[in-house]
């Protein structure tokens, strides 16, 4: 079952305008960091390793500093991460009270691949999507931060491999994010800035435009960009960087984004509901 969460913790200085967006493929916290690693350490995507929850720890220092965090591949509390749920523990260490967990593939105590959504704001709703596919197990978090036409919308998506579901999946989320103003859609795309614009049902619902695209993965030789931050035309990109290694095969990508005054009171209305 998807799990959230909430508790006391510091809240993002939407006062400034501004938030601190991270997204990252989590690998489940295996280290790699060359193309042979995958079939040496293939092992780990199955069973416990003794230095997971030391790369855990490094990796919640980085995403504290961050005020909402998109994840990928993460496991949700299996025999393979020692019964760790990693989105419910990465949310604990780097001081976030919000989380949430989607599971996208069970595979019982053995694995529990997921998708998580680390927070320093109260979402309003969260909705999680079963993307189509052939393969069963790809999905989409949908954040609500705040109502009516100026909330805040931010996807966190983890896309198919293959072309043909890819776009399916696009098509999936073009329609939801179609009718929406201010939107954040980040995640492990699983294709190149040049394919999304291939892509005119989904580059035209919105539209959504890119931040600066980063070269991402391998994580080690980085020569694709294949994780994305997308914005609305409302949002404003400012310090678009790639991270250093965190042992995934991926890069983290970061963002400050600008919001709009009307977003940002929205937002400001979450911290002080009682305040008119």
């Known amino acids: 079952m998807s799990k959230s969460s909430r508790g006391d913790g510091s809240h993002p200085v939407v006062d400034s305008g501004h938030l601190r967006l991270l997204t ?3 690998q489940v916290g295996i280290q790699t960091s060359a193309y042979h690693h995958y079939l040496t350490r293939s092992w780990q ?3 416990p390793h003794p230095t997971r929850q030391r790369r855990l720890n490094m990796v919640s220092e980085v995403l504290s500093n961050f005020d ?6 993460v496991d949700g509390g299996s025999f393979r991460s020692g019964n760790v749920n990693q989105v419910e523990y990465l949310a604990a260490r780097a001081g976030f009270p919000h989380h949430f967990q989607q599971l996208n593939r069970n595979l019982g105590r053995v694995a529990q691949h997921s998708n998580g959504l680390l927070s320093r704001l109260h979402p309003t709703r969260i909705e999680e999507h079963r993307l189509p596919g052939t393969l069963p197990g790809r999905g989409a978090i949908h954040a609500r931060y705040g109502d009516g036409e100026d909330a805040l919308h931010l996807f ?3 896309l198919a491999l293959s072309h043909r ?4 999946q696009l098509d999936y989320l073009s329609e939801i994010i179609t009718p929406l103003r201010h939107v954040v859609v980040m995640g492990d795309l699983n294709c190149t800035l040049e394919q999304l614009h291939s892509h005119s049902r989904f580059c035209t619902s919105l539209p959504l435009h890119p931040v600066r695209p980063l070269l991402s993965y391998p994580s080690w030789q980085p020569r694709r960009a294949l994780d994305h931050i997308l914005l609305s035309n409302s ?7 790639v991270l250093d290694q965190l042992f995934s095969d991926h890069l983290p990508i970061a963002v400050d984004v600008q919001l709009p005054s009307a977003c940002q009171k929205t937002l400001a209305s979450l911290l002080h509901p009682n305040k008119h």
């Open 24 to 26: 990252f493929n989590l």
């Open 235 to 241: 949002l404003v990109a400012h310090d678009v960087r």
């Open 156 to 158: 966190v998506a983890h």
């Open 68 to 73: 909402i965090v998109g994840l990928q591949e």
């Open 45 to 47: 995507h199955f069973l």
């Open 165 to 168: 579901a890819r776009i399916r």
